[in-house]
């Protein structure tokens, strides 16, 4: 059986953590934190293949951590989602200038949010 891909979320609201996770498909090993500050950890610890940030966050933002593994070589390849309510113009700017590589805004679709993670991982879309 092939590995499963790895989806590490990062968001202080735990519901929101919970409608990522029962998004995902099966297929799916997701890994949930509600802060940055086992952030760089579990990275080495998982090397998932996507990372979904919210933006507003208890000590450092979604940006600072994206900037943070933009930082290392190492984790460069890793695709970054932002997934949060803001939804001005002057956050899409700072999501590129942070090379986040995709954004979705809150309440999400579970649908929309599957076809991008298998597009942001290079998957097939999967149904479920």
Not at 22 to 42: H, I, K, N, W
Not at 45 to 58: F, G, T
């Amino acid at each position: 059986m092939a590995a499963k891909n790895v989806v590490l979320a990062v968001d202080d609201d735990a519901s929101a953590r919970a409608a990522i996770a029962a998004a995902l498909p099966r297929s799916y090993q997701f890994l949930g934190l509600p802060d940055g500050r086992e952030f760089v950890e579990t990275v080495e610890a998982y090397e998932p293949d996507l990372v979904i940030l919210d933006l507003h966050l208890p000590g450092e933002d979604g940006f600072s951590l994206c900037r943070r593994l933009r930082g290392r070589a190492e984790f460069r390849h890793i695709p970054i989602l932002f997934l949060t309510s803001m939804k001005e113009e002057s956050t899409w700017r700072h999501l590129l200038e942070a090379h986040g590589d995709a954004y979705l805004t809150k309440p999400f679709d579970a649908r929309v949010l599957r076809d991008t993670i298998a597009r942001l991982v290079g998957d097939q879309p999967a149904a479920g």
